[in-house]
């Protein structure tokens, strides 16, 4: 609490107990703190690279979804006039 305000919390503990569980408190802390802006991190970058697919353009780019036309179909000669 000393370091944190500019009037001090008291006097640091001087005993090795005080000052264990302090040192426990602060890194108990740290890893919580770390732990959350890693995750926040992570779910900000995993939703921007999960893109949809909106046009034939965008299922041609990617490899995820394997797909393929209908024998016969329209999209059939589509795919084969354009390719």
Do not use: C, H
Request: aromatic share 14%; no cysteine.
């Amino acid at each position: 609490m000393t370091s944190l305000t500019p009037q001090g919390g008291g006097e640091a503990p001087k005993n090795f107990s005080g000052r264990l569980v302090a040192a426990t408190w602060w890194l108990f802390g740290f890893i919580i703190i770390a732990s959350y802006t890693a995750n926040l991190a992570a779910f900000l970058t995993v939703s921007r690279l999960d893109t949809p697919i909106e046009s034939l353009d965008d299922l041609a780019k990617q490899y995820k979804i394997q797909y393929a036309p209908l024998q016969g179909s329209w999209v059939q000669n589509l795919f084969q006039e354009n390719g």
